[in-house]
């Protein structure tokens, strides 16, 4: 067979997909695809903290619950994500936090990552315990996580975490890391601290949101950099836009990122996983944020393969 997943097995790689579960219930081309070309599925937004708890106390699992029965059924790892992110907070938090103390915000992000790993322990294969972190210029991000708890909570999130589920591989995950520069030195030197440290982390993320108007990353040297600290590495949300429409010249440059990138994950013997974000034009995250850009995936608006696609099969 040629799927993507039967491809990536003969290299001792997962490859994965962010799945919407939205599209998984009613759109069966859609369902086809997400159990017969990968085997690793990350929740696109179902375990975000906005999600699990809509209401203080309330939680929905049943969507999460929902992806990681579809991955049991396809044979499939999942990649939790995320515990800690400044993004997709349920509103009764958002408007909590800032009259809060820095000792009952630290109990509430303690009870919410428990909670989460606690519910799937044992069936998450990789967890994104912290997401986005830094700013491009390699400091923290001023998130309302820094501004209560300092930047401790990124360890005890880590800490946090692994108590609940002891086996799941931690990571912490980000993107602009794929290029050398400020802010994947400075996740470099954090992490090599943490692990200094004894933090229980086991793995980098790198995103790898790429737009053919910034080129290519240095990705293969990033990985192995991180890497060579004793981490895994896995490429966690790969998609490459440009702006619409796209002429030929710029598909051969979205090519030539889903192509490189894997090749990167491939040639790093770490690397455990290369997940794209989404797997259809018409499903994609980008149009709604980056204006005026789409076609990022490697399906076109209708489900059909596109020249992304076959070039990730030709490269497996
Ligand atoms: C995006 C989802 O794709 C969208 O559906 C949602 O509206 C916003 O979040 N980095 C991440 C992902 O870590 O969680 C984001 O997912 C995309 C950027």
Redo the contacts with the bound molecule.
């Keep these: 067979s040629t799927s993507l997943r039967s491809l990536a097995a003969q290299s001792g790689l997962r490859i994965g997909t ?1 799945v ?1 579960m939205d599209a998984l219930a009613s759109d069966a081309a859609y369902k086809a695809i997400a159990a017969g070309q990968f085997s690793t599925v990350s929740p ?2 179902v375990m ?1 903290w906005d999600t699990i708890e809509p209401t203080q106390g309330t939680y929905n699992w049943a969507p999460a619950d929902q992806l990681v029965a579809f991955a049991q059924q396809n044979g499939q790892l999942v990649r939790g ?2 515990l800690v ?1 400044h ?2 907070l349920p509103a009764w938090l958002s408007q909590a936090l800032p009259s809060m103390s820095s000792a009952d915000v630290a109990a509430l992000l303690k009870k919410h990552i428990t909670d989460e790993v606690t519910h799937f322990t044992g069936k998450i294969w990789q967890w ?1 315990v912290v ?2 972190a830094f700013n491009d210029d390699g400091t923290l991000r001023d998130s309302i996580w820094l501004q209560k708890l300092g930047p401790a909570y990124i360890a005890d999130a880590f800490r946090w975490a692994h108590a609940a589920d002891p086996k799941a591989l931690l990571f912490y ?1 980000d ?1 602009n890391i794929e290029y050398t520069g400020p802010k994947s030195n400075a996740v470099y030197s954090y992490v090599q601290q943490l692990k200094a440290q004894g933090v229980p982390i086991q793995g980098v993320g790198f ?1 790898t ?1 790429l737009d053919t108007q910034y080129g290519l990353p240095d990705l293969q040297n990033n990985l192995q950099r991180f890497s060579d600290l004793g981490l895994k590495v896995a490429e ?2 790969v998609d490459v836009r440009t702006t619409l429409p796209v002429t030929p010249v710029e598909q051969n440059a979205q090519v030539a990122g889903y192509t490189s990138t894997l090749q990167a994950c491939l040639a790093v013997r770490s690397c455990l996983s290369y997940t794209v ?2 797997f259809g034009d018409a499903y994609s ?1 980008v149009p ?2 980056f204006a005026g850009e789409g076609a990022a995936d490697i399906y076109d608006a209708n489900l059909q393969p596109k020249a992304e696609y076959t070039a990730l099969q030709q490269t497996l």
């Design positions: 962010a919407n696109e937004n975000k994500h995320t992110w993004n997709q994104d997401n986005e995950n993107y995103q949101h966690t949300e974000w989404g995250w709604g944020v």
